[in-house]
């Protein structure tokens, strides 16, 4: 049936315009080398190239206020000063004139990935964006993000297409948070998240980013979080939580469809992620992702601010997701030491309508 392969050049096409340390790191040359890494090395060839489009104002309004949507609306015809001004009542984030048109690229390009899966015209695909989405919430930009991607295109898959099951996996090495509070009371969609949080050390330094935020009414037991509490993860560690915790949940809840906040800054030379695991792990992680939903999956990308290891990433994802076989790790470990917790984790889990009712769940040291 085949891959899709959404990108678009104009996403290139902002970039910081004043001097501010933590937002630095996403400049545009994260999408340039990952495109080309994959036009080099033939896999974009392979893949079935879809346009992309622009979200429409009922599109990002599934996930944003009103409000805040005209907010944004205004940014291409501000000052420089006035960008900046804007900027400030945000966390992490800048804002360009172009960054707007970007931003409604991004998730177009989220929701033209899940209609061309959902019609059945390819059977998976990528979407290489920018900005990212998975950290802006309903009425903030924040994190480099401006519309949450993802979350957008969950709402949407389940309006147009009728979807019933949706699992969101977050690989990013930073916690989500706008995509977990979008479904923290949904039980249609089933969240999992592993992060950096260093006992709540690490941005963005939530507490709603630990273990025990499972989600709440209905949406009880749908919300997965595992707070990394130090760095240094390797190929191991990743696979052991994939198959002990987010598998088991995830083939109990059996998804109709599988978005994934494809971040790369889990990979080992990021300066974000600090963390030791190879790019091909994305190989391996994505094959296990591809048993459920009927191999129906969506891959969106985040974060990934090391310009070696993110192209590598990328074209392991996409690689596999076409097909071929995942390359074979070498030095296998074992997985870092974990402390079961039936008397937190499961008991909060236990009695809830969801998936992960039955489920003990491992927590690292």
Known sequence: MGTALIYDEEMTKYKLLWVDPACKIEVPERLIVSYEALKNSGLADRCVSVPVREATDEDILLVHSEEYLEAVKKTPFMTLEDLQEFTLQYGDVYFHPNIYHCAKLAAGASLQLVDSVMTGKVRNGMALVRPPGHHSMRSAANGFCVFNNVAIAAHYAKQK?????????????????????????????????????????????????????????????????????????????????????????????????????????????????????????????????????????????????????????????????????????????????????????????????????????????
């Open 161 to 365: 297409y009728g979807v019933k099951r949706v699992l969101i996996v977050d690989w990013d090495v930073h916690h989500g948070q706008g995509v977990q509070y979008s479904f923290e009371d949904d039980p249609s969609v089933l969240y999992f998240s592993w992060h950096r949080y260093e006992h709540q050390k690490f941005w963005p330094q939530l507490r709603e980013s630990d273990y025990d935020n499972v989600g709440k009414e209905k949406g009880e037991g749908f919300n997965i979080n595992v707070p990394w509490n130090k760095v240094g993860m390797k190929n191991s560690d990743y696979l052991s939580v994939f198959c002990h915790m987010l598998l088991p949940v995830a083939y109990e809840f059996n998804p109709d469809l599988v978005l994934v906040c494809a971040g790369f800054d889990s990979a080992i030379g990021d300066p974000e992620g600090e963390m030791c695991a190879s790019p091909d792990i994305f190989a391996h992680l994505t094959h296990l992702l591809m048993n459920l939903a009927g191999g129906k999956l969506c891959a969106v990308l985040e974060g990934g601010y090391n310009l070696t290891s993110l192209p590598q990433s990328v074209c392991q994802t996409v690689q596999t997701l076409l097909g071929d076989p995942a390359p074979r790790l070498a030095n296998l470990e074992v997985p870092v030491k974990v402390h079961l917790s039936p008397s937190t984790v499961a008991d909060r889990l236990t009695g809830s309508t969801g998936p992960a009712s039955n489920t003990q769940l491992s927590l690292p040291l």
